[in-house]
């Protein structure tokens, strides 16, 4: 299973992005998505997910209000929009998800995409 992102760039602060994740490979379902996030010398950390059916979604406290996941199933696609962003958002994006594939469910990651919001 691939996972690979893109939408990532230059913003000015206040400004707005919009990240995709799209999965392919051989996979029989995509189970939870989730967005992470990981700025210089620091830990890559959670900053939204979305089960399954795209009915549930969970947020970071730092992005609450400011960003939404939301997730295409039929196309195996996930996005995250970005709005009022800011110069602490700074930092390479990973997409991650759970796939069920033939030995059982599994865990992926894309390679990243640069967010880079300057003040």
């Known amino acids: 299973v691939q996972l690979v992102e893109s939408g990532g760039g230059l913003v000015q602060a206040g400004g707005s992005l919009r990240l995709s994740c799209a999965a392919s490979g051989s996979t029989f379902s995509i189970g939870v998505m989730g967005w992470y996030r990981q700025a210089p010398g620091k830990q890559r950390v959670l900053v939204a997910t979305?089960?399954?059916?795209?009915?549930?979604?969970n947020y970071a406290d730092s992005v609450k209000g400011r960003f939404t996941i939301s997730r295409d199933i039929a196309k195996n696609t996930m996005y995250l929009q970005m709005n009022n962003l800011k110069p602490e958002d700074t930092a390479v994006y990973f997409c991650n998800a759970d796939a069920l594939v033939a030995g059982g469910w599994d865990n992926y990651w894309g390679q990243g995409t640069q967010v880079t919001v300057s003040s």
């Open positions: 979305i089960s399954m059916s795209g009915g549930s979604t």
